[in-house]
């Protein structure tokens, strides 16, 4: 559990920018969907909108799925935080999140990490359903790198 940032300008575009009370509820509703459409097992999955600060509560399936729900609302274009509530009820490894840069690639991200540039697959694989490609990243998203003992 807690805070984590991002860049608020980049990411899924789910909505304007707009700020008042009701807007705010209105991106928590579709934040909400956004992320139940990509299918993660998160009971009483509870998300309120602040501005550009997004709080999730409610009990995920296990850390991955925890970390998998932060990265997909951190990367809602709009939202700059994320305060993570959520409990897990099997806990995992913790991943490392990384900010892609300019000239990034999955296979130098890998090669930064593990070691090896051929373990891409593995970051690819660690971040569905955010990501639908393994050339599909951008300066400013935030990845999941797990663990070499902890992929998935």
């Known amino acids: 559990m807690g805070l ?12 304007g920018m707009k700020t008042d009370a009701q807007d705010n509820a209105e991106k928590a509703q ?5 992320v139940t459409q990509m299918g993660f097992n998160v009971e009483n999955f509870v998300v309120t909108v602040d501005d550009t600060k997004a709080t999730l509560t409610g009990l995920a399936d296990s850390g991955v799925t925890r970390e998998k729900v932060i990265l997909a609302v951190g990367n809602v274009e709009g939202i700059s935080q994320v305060d993570d509530q959520l409990t897990v009820s099997a806990p995992t490894p913790e991943a490392q999140f990384y900010t892609v840069k300019g000239g990034d690639s999955l296979s130098k991200i890998a090669k930064e ?31 999941r790198i797990p663990t070499e003992h902890g992929l998935a």
């Open 30 to 34: 579709k934040i909400t969907e956004f």
């Open 4 to 15: 984590f940032s991002f860049i608020a300008d980049k990411g899924a575009q789910l909505f």
């Open 113 to 143: 990490f593990y070691g090896d540039p051929m373990k891409y697959p593995q970051i690819f694989d660690a971040n569905k359903p955010m990501l639908s490609h393994p050339d599909k990243i951008y300066p400013g998203q935030t990845l």
